[in-house]
């Protein structure tokens, strides 16, 4: 049983429509979230049915959301639940509310050509990888469950299985569903929805500007995250960024391993503009996207109101400096916090260029004891070796535990990923379970495991991500 309470349809009159998921032929459980169901204190009765969409939980409401954002720099007034629904939501064990949406749940009014329908694949490609990013310790969606539906479904490489994603998440409003009223200039339902989330997700705001703000710093935080990670989200799209902080909407994502800011691993980002190091600029170029919605709330005269946005969005460049600087510090294991930390960080950065970002890091702790080795990783070891003495003198006392706490052995690497999911495509699972294990448990040791902390052998560097999900 879950026991639903939707705010949503309550609160939110015309932001929605109402429709029931497609009803599945044949679903079959192929993962279940065992551990996230315990958490929020569901009790799942039929897995299968629930999640497929074949038979909804009793209280469930399900409805496609209406949204619009900019993909790529070009703005679509409307997008929406194309293949989404919202079952409903329900409050977790500590109070926290939460929203159960089916994902390749079938067509909706949203869906333009589209098919409704979600592949296999790509379904757990999303399970592993935001179980991945929860385990980093990374604010995300998380994937409750994967039932694949009994049909086939068309995709460019030809025939293959269809599945639905039950996923949970803080809320599913994006940037995009902001920009969704203020272009049609339904100012009411905007401000209605800036309430809304203000009560849902910034309690401590008080008006637009304080909203704006708490915005920006859960942005600024999460963004930082994923650069500390190497993650490449790799479709920042304005609806593809959720108000609640969390990472969401995992289509092309994938880990960088050599440290390049020009990375990209998307096949349809041609420019670049959702690479690696273009991540903080366009989470800049979102939240600019999200002010603009904001202003009528902002002040009545309309030149004032552009002041103070401005002056919000003067500020994003410096939150995010000083996110991104505590993750680092926090992965450096430098003590405190002093006035050549971003030199220092910075040096390290351009030290270990086409250096695997990962090992760079995790491999601190052993470069303590024994830097030769730690040398080993670098084809031309003279910046990191000037590096490593002015690193030593701001260490934290406890640097060689700490390095291995905050720094993964394990991040779901693409060769790693691409064989998990080709396995569970012809049907055996043991490789996604074993990689799912690892991935759970990013930080512990690399005894016995080592082969799921490796780069990929060479040959797979120019790994590409396809957004056809
Ligand atoms: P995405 O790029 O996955 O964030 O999706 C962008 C938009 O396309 C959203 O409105 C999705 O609901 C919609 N969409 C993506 N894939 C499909 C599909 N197979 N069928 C219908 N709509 C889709
Ligand atoms: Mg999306």
Redesign the pocket.
């Known amino acids: 049983m879950i026991q639903f309470d939707n705010s949503y349809i309550r609160d939110l009159p015309g932001s929605y429509l109402r429709l029931a998921p497609d009803v599945a032929p044949a679903p079959k459980l192929i993962v279940l979230n065992e551990a996230l169901s315990k958490a929020l204190g569901l009790r799942i009765e039929d897995a299968a049915g629930w999640f497929s969409g074949a038979r909804l939980p009793e209280g469930a409401e399900p409805v496609a959301l209406a949204y619009a954002g900019h993909q790529f720099g070009g703005f679509s007034a409307q997008?929406?639940?194309?293949?989404?629904h919202l079952l409903g939501e329900f409050l977790g064990p500590d109070g926290r509310r939460w929203d159960l949406q089916l994902k390749g749940s079938g067509?909706t009014p949203?869906?333009?050509g589209?098919?409704?329908?979600a592949a296999l694949g790509p379904v757990l490609r999303e399970y592993l990888i935001s179980e991945a990013m929860a385990a980093l310790g990374i604010a995300t969606t998380r994937s409750l469950a994967v039932v694949a539906t009994g049909e086939t479904i068309l995709r460019d490489q030809g025939p293959v299985p269809g599945a639905v994603l039950a996923r949970v998440a803080a809320s599913h409003i994006r940037v995009g569903t902001f920009q969704f009223f203020a272009a049609r200039g339904e100012t009411d339902k905007l401000r209605a929805l800036m309430d809304y989330t203000i009560a849902r997700h910034y309690p401590q705001a008080h008006g637009p500007l304080e909203f704006f703000a708490a915005v920006v710093e859960a942005q600024a935080r999460l963004v930082a995250e994923w650069m500390g990670v190497g993650f490449v989200h790799g479709?920042m799209?304005t609806?593809?960024m959720a108000l609640s902080g969390e990472t969401i909407?995992y289509?092309p994502c994938a880990f960088m391993e050599g440290y390049a800011p020009e990375t990209v691993f998307s096949s349809i980002d041609r420019q670049g503009r959702y690479a690696y190091g273009n991540q903080p600029a366009i989470m800049g170029w979102n939240l600019a996207r999200l002010a603009e919605s904001l202003l009528p709330f902002i002040d009545p005269d309309p030149e004032r109101a552009v002041d103070l946005a401005n002056g919000a969005l003067d500020r994003i460049s410096t939150v995010y400096q000083g996110a991104f600087e505590a993750v680092m510090r926090r992965k450096l294991a430098l003590q405190g916090e002093e006035a050549g930390d971003a030199a220092l960080v910075r040096d390290f950065l351009s030290a270990i260029r086409g250096v695997d970002w990962t090992l760079a890091q995790r491999r601190l702790a052993a470069a303590l004891g024994d830097e030769a080795s730690y040398l080993g990783l670098f084809d031309a070891p003279e910046a990191i070796s000037a590096w490593l003495p002015r690193w030593r003198a701001r260490l934290r006392p406890d640097a060689q535990v700490w390095l291995r706490s905050v720094n993964p052995a394990v991040i779901a690497r693409n060769h790693l990923v691409e064989a998990a999911l080709d396995a569970a495509q012809a049907g055996d699972m043991v490789p996604f379970d074993a990689l799912l294990a690892a991935l759970r448990d990013p930080f512990g040791g690399e005894a016995g495991r080592e082969r799921f902390a490796l780069p990929a052998p060479k040959g797979f560097e120019r790994y590409v991500t396809y957004?056809g999900?």
């Not at 997008?79 to 989404?84: E, P, Q, S």
């Not at 589209?114 to 329908?117: M, P």
């Open positions: 997008l929406g639940d194309g293949r989404a067509r949203f869906s333009r589209g098919d409704g329908k479709v799209n609806d593809n909407d289509g957004c999900t």
